[in-house]
């Protein structure tokens, strides 16, 4: 019950995460709005001094001019909130308010006076467009989409492992986090903006806590470790703190971080959010030496996915770089590669199609964005008209080459992601082959459970043979599930029938149309189900071990010509004590 709690809880989770991204890049840009002016922060608590003004914008049109002060004090929670956290996050000629006005006071020396600021709504022009144009924003969201759904496939295999609900928690978190930051998300009401803030501050602490949680898990007993993870979860606590409290300070009015210092305490406060990204990914790699040889090769590669996107996103919050955009893409790629090839968390077979589908419309999206952004810059100069037919053929064009483009990605995939499970099953097929060149039965048996063993990653493995005798091993010949194979001669799953065989599958194995034997596999230690063409590999390993097992009696029965004797003298014998008591009965009649 529990594990169908947190499946159900973590589907939500990526459900809301996708509908945030999808609102932030769709129809956040709506509400962003243009005043036109700068400002930088004051001693005064939320008083700014006005560092430029456009000329025509709506604030030169309020009457307000550079060297200003601007007094948010006096304004209602609302619109107190929008200024304080347009102010912080300042684009060239844009400020982040909706098209709502603004009533703001205005000091020039010592008078003062209001005015009405009504921002024009513009699109927004993220800095990591980096050149782009629109294409970022759409293959960031894709990027971020891929990345829910590699979580949502998590979390319906695997929501009762620890390991997985941790690594899923911190990639939504992320998507979340990144949805909700200010500068990225706009609402109508201000309201609902301080509540994404504050959603954007809870998932950095959970984007760099829960990262921690893994490696602790995984490497706990490292002295270094747990000192990089006690320093790094400090100085993101105390981020997730300063950051809240400045968002509820802002709405009521209680105090402003920014008027500690105009460029030093306060951006130094905002700038640690900076170091809790560089602690983990040094607390990740440190972990990757310090953990158990079983376990080291799974933290290798969660370091491998996480800790490139955690530095490039720590050094975003310096200088602007293609860095976050680059690793939003291979953090994603890197996860799948591990959980596909590497076997992470073992969710392998149900990936492929839908790794197939994702990495299809990745390649497209992409081709069409990056071209189209292309094409646009050459023909910047060109008619409305020629655009448009530019636009048109290049989807045609794409169009008609998704099916090449399916094709390809589909063997991409296959070779690099699903080679073990290719592996696995081509071993399982080539000692079916080699079943009949085998001439000596107990090393065909013990091949058998080496290669499944090893293969199938099954938790058991019985070969139930037929002893002449009416048993099939330990079991009755008229047990319901030898009966099933007996009957049927196909694959049984265990949980239908009632038998004392214990086991998940059993594979008939057959000879002449009579039943030599079963082959019965238990779970896979993973916990994950046998895959169909992994089924039907071990279908035909037990159906020509059985005409092996067949030939090779037959073989030993005209080596020996005293078998049948020896089987007669058994069924004599089996009988005796029945005829004996009958003997006695009749005798005991007599007298």
């Known amino acids: 019950m529990r594990s169908t709690w947190w499946r159900g809880g973590l589907l939500a989770l990526c459900a809301t995460s996708a509908l945030a ?27 700014d001094r006005v560092t430029s003004v456009d000329p025509g914008s709506p604030a030169a049109r309020a009457g307000i001019e550079m060297g200003d002060l601007v007094d948010a004090r006096l304004l209602p929670p609302s619109q107190r909130y929008l200024w304080s956290f347009s102010s912080y996050y300042v684009e060239p000629g844009l400020n982040l308010e909706t098209g709502t006005p603004l009533d703001l006071t205005v000091m020039r020396g010592h008078e003062s006076f209001r005015a009405r600021v009504v921002p024009v709504v513009v699109a927004r022009a993220s800095p990591r467009a980096l050149g782009l144009g629109g294409a970022a924003p759409i293959l960031g969201l894709v990027a971020d989409l891929w990345t829910v759904l590699l979580c949502a496939l998590i979390v319906w295999r695997r929501s009762s492992d620890v390991d997985a609900r941790i690594l899923v928690l911190s990639l939504i978190s992320q998507g979340l986090s990144g949805a909700c930051r200010p500068g990225q998300w706009r609402s109508p009401d201000p309201a609902i903006d301080a509540w994404a803030n504050l959603l954007y501050d809870i998932g950095v602490l959970l984007f ?11 490497a706990g007993r490292s002295i270094v470790v747990r000192g990089l993870a006690a320093l790094a979860s400090a100085v993101t606590i105390a981020h997730f703190a300063v950051y809240g409290a ?34 983990v990914a040094l607390c990740l790699i440190a972990a990757v030496p310090a953990a158990p040889p079983a376990e080291r090769t799974a933290v290798a590669w969660v370091a491998l996915a996480l800790a490139p996107f955690k530095v490039s996103v720590a050094s975003d919050w ?5 860095a976050p955009f680059i690793m939003a893409f291979l953090e994603p790629v890197v996860l799948m590669y591990a959980l596909l090839s590497r076997r ?31 094409l646009t810059q050459w023909f910047s100069s060109a008619s409305h008209a020629t655009n448009l037919a530019i636009s048109a053929a290049l989807a045609l064009a794409l169009g008609l080459s998704v099916r090449a483009i399916h094709t390809r990605v589909d063997r991409v995939l296959d070779a690099v992601f699903f080679r073990k499970r290719h592996e696995d099953e081509q071993a399982i097929r080539t000692l079916a082959r080699e079943a009949a060149y085998i001439t000596d039965p107990q090393i065909l048996l013990s091949r058998i459970e080496s290669v499944l063993e090893k293969h199938a990653d099954a938790t058991s493995i019985q070969l139930l043979l037929d002893d002449g005798a009416g048993k099939y091993g330990e079991v009755s010949e008229n047990d319901p599930a030898v009966v099933r194979l007996r009957a049927t001669q196909k694959m049984l799953d265990l949980h239908n029938v009632q038998s004392e065989i214990e086991g998940e599958f059993a594979y008939p194995m057959l000879a002449r149309g009579r039943l030599v034997g079963a082959l019965v596999l238990g779970p896979k230690r993973s916990g994950e189900p046998y895959a169909p063409d992994e089924s039907d590999a071990i279908a035909q390993l037990a159906h020509d071990a059985g005409a092996a097992l067949d030939v090779l009696e037959m073989k030993s029965q005209a080596d020996d010509p005293l078998r049948e004797e020896v089987r007669a003298m058994r069924e004599l014998l089996k009988t005796l004590p029945e005829q004996i008591a009958d003997v006695l009965e009749r005798r005991t009649r007599l007298v």
């Open 21 to 47: 991204l999808c609102y932030t890049v769709f129809i956040a840009p709506r509400f962003f709005g243009s005043s036109g002016l700068q400002v930088e922060h004051t001693r005064v608590p939320f008083v």
């Open 208 to 218: 760099n806590i829960l990262p921690l949680v893994y490696v602790l898990r995984h």
């Open 246 to 279: 400045d968002i509820v300070g802002s709405w009521f009015g209680w105090f402003d971080f920014a008027s500690l210092n105009t460029n030093a305490v306060y951006w130094n406060l905002i700038g640690i959010r900076s170091f809790p990204e560089f602690l």
């Open 318 to 322: 310096f200088a602007f770089t293609a």
């Open 344 to 374: 992470l968390l073992d969710v392998q077979f149900v990936l492929n199609r839908a790794a197939v589908f994702t990495g299809v419309s990745i390649v497209v999206v992409g081709i069409f964005v990056l071209v189209e952004w292309a």
